[in-house]
């Protein structure tokens, strides 16, 4: 069993992805810890407590940073519009929901901060741990600039980040890694084996409509809820960033937690030199160097994925969900 942490800012493809992971036989998931990004941090964080309680899941929960490390201290540059909710059947849609629709949480998070529960956990570590962070990069980002010694007792860092040919939040940046940039440019350095999810590859590896026909027909709990959410998300995706495949939506964040159960999910991965732009245009962007003589590698960029695999392991995790 892999010891994961994961560490997301729910969500509506984070909650995918935690029902994943916890569902999982091959993942061991010691702590949630949560971040700004999709929502507020006190949204983020409620959104994740809601979802461990509707799983019943015995998993410690830390609350995370609620900005950036550096960026918003100067910034002022012209943020991504948001993008107005879509109405279908006289409902209105957004990518990620103020809050999960689910009963309020009756559990709490841990007074520890998520980035102090980095330090403490992996300095004390008997094996070495899967860190899956799929929102903004700022809890890890500071955790490794109080503790860089905690990358002896880190497995890999599989991050939901990143896009070398798509792009979500402006012309050159993907939303997760545009929210911190600096807190990239520290993982992507920090001497860990760093796997980058980026959009290249999960919008290969889409859900359909007929996918989430398949996960209401499991009708456990968690496959109910990631149709749901699924089916929200392609309302959005058709109407905003219509994928290849038509009635189909990018659930980016449960491709990370699939890789760490079988990395063939992932079937173009490039070992390459990842930076991160910090600055004016190009800010936020995960520059891949393609030189025929690249300058020292320190990650993995993923580029293609399996959708049909994604889609079964998903399924295989959602049967061992409570009914
Ligand atoms: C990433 O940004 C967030 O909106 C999603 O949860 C995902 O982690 C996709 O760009
Ligand atoms: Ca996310």
Redesign the pocket.
């Known amino acids: 069993m892999t010891k994961v942490i994961l560490d997301?800012?729910?969500?509506s493809?984070?909650a995918v992805?935690i029902m994943a992971a916890a569902l999982s036989p091959e993942i061991d998931l010691v702590g949630i810890c949560t971040v700004w990004?999709?929502q507020a941090i006190e949204n983020t964080t409620d959104n994740t407590l809601r979802l461990v309680d509707a799983m019943g899941l015995k998993v410690p929960v830390y609350k995370g940073c609620d900005t950036a490390m550096v960026k918003y201290l100067t910034h002022d540059y012209v943020e991504n519009v948001e993008r107005p909710a879509v109405m279908h059947n006289g409902k209105a849609f957004i990518m990620h929901s103020e809050h999960l629709d689910l009963p309020e949480a009756v559990s709490k998070p841990e007074d520890v901060p998520a980035a102090c529960f980095y330090v403490d956990y992996l300095r004390k570590a008997k094996e070495k741990v899967t860190l899956i962070p799929?929102?903004p990069l700022t809890n890890l980002g500071l955790a490794l600039r109080i503790a860089p010694d905690i990358v002896e007792n880190i497995e890999q860092i599989v991050v939901?980040g990143g896009g070398s040919k798509i792009t979500n939040c402006n012309s050159w940046s993907e939303s997760?890694i545009w929210h911190d940039p600096e807190a990239a440019q520290i993982v992507a350095n920090c001497g860990a084996k760093v796997v980058w999810v980026p959009l290249d590859a999960t919008h290969q590896a889409c859900i359909t409509l007929d996918d989430c026909k398949r996960f209401r027909e499991i009708d456990t709990f968690p496959a109910r809820f990631a149709a749901d959410q699924c089916e929200q998300r392609i309302i959005v995706h058709n109407a905003q960033q219509p994928l290849d495949i038509p009635d189909a939506a990018a659930v980016?964040?449960a491709l990370c937690v699939a890789y760490v159960i079988d990395p063939a999910v992932i079937t173009d991965l490039r070992h390459c030199h990842v930076e991160i732009g910090l600055s004016g245009y190009g800010e936020g962007q995960t520059i891949v160097d393609q030189r025929a003589y690249p300058l020292e590698k320190n990650g993995y960029f993923a580029y293609d994925a399996d959708r049909f695999k994604f889609v079964d392991m998903l399924c295989d995790c959602f049967k061992r969900g409570k009914k």
């Open positions: 997301v800012d729910t969500g493809d984070d992805a990004g999709n799929v929102g939901m997760n980016h964040d």
